[in-house]
């Protein structure tokens, strides 16, 4: 079945340093859907940005990523970090043959420092 | 704009104990879905309810049992809680079409005794 990998566990980085946090993917289907959620300490998961277009950018509030079909990853990207971006990142995958069922990575926390 | 709530916030049991959690949604959603988070292991769907009165088992689904009673609510219970379980249960709905943005409820937390 479809599944997801993320860079495992905690990424910790000083402020103002570059994010990179790594999303691979595995599919049978031609077409997957790939997103981001974060979610901030007692809040719940919410959508940073999504993309379906090979090797077309996809940003939102600061953050970037791009599907690469031919290596299977969205690895999302920031040029600065701050502070607030603190939180516990997952990267989920669908497809166009069940896009109702969404499969979620185990999540990666990003904790920056100042 | 809409909300998720999920009820109760907190939920403590008893060992063999069936306990069900209960989430509604005002986003007229056609889609919902339940899932488990537990540190380490991120988000494992339990199951997902594709509109009113249809039920799909996601890859958690073992030990649980699900009902869509109408298009705002999505229920789920857990059929024998098992001793010293600690884990968040989120409820989410979308729009039911390809590519389309979940909204997680606040999560309810079990500890089981």
């Known amino acids: 079945g479809d599944s997801v990998t993320q860079t495992e566990g905690l990424v910790t980085l000083t402020e103002g340093l570059p994010v990179m946090l790594n999303c691979t993917y595995q599919?049978?289907?031609?077409?997957?859907?790939l997103f981001w959620y974060v979610q901030h300490l007692n809040e719940s998961p919410r959508l940073l940005l999504k993309s379906f277009t090979d090797n077309k950018r996809t940003e939102h509030q600061g953050f970037h990523a791009t599907l690469h079909k031919s290596s299977s990853s969205f690895h999302l990207q920031k040029s600065s970090a701050q502070l607030s971006d603190s939180a516990l990142y997952y990267c989920?995958?669908?497809?166009?043959?069940?896009?109702?069922?969404?499969?979620f990575g185990k999540g990666t926390h990003l904790h920056v420092l100042p | 704009g809409g909300i998720i709530t999920q009820t109760p916030k907190f939920l403590i049991g008893q060992e063999g104990q069936k306990l069900t959690l209960k989430c509604q949604q005002n986003?007229?959603?056609?889609?919902m879905y339940w899932y488990r988070q537990d540190s380490g292991k991120g988000l494992r769907l339990i199951y997902y309810s594709i509109t009113e009165n249809d039920l799909q088992k996601g890859d958690l689904s073992e030990g649980y049992d699900a009902s869509r009673e109408k298009k705002s609510s999505f229920s789920l219970t857990v059929t024998s809680a098992q001793k010293n379980e600690m884990a968040v249960f989120l409820c989410?709905?979308?729009?039911?079409?390809?590519?389309?943005?979940?909204?997680f409820g606040p999560g309810t937390r079990l500890t089981v005794l």
């Open positions: 989410a709905s979308s729009i039911g079409q390809n590519y389309a943005e979940q909204f």
């Open positions: 989920a995958l669908s497809d166009d043959t069940n896009a109702y069922k969404v499969i």
């Open positions: 986003f007229n959603h056609d889609t």
């Open positions: 599919t049978i289907y031609s077409n997957p859907f």
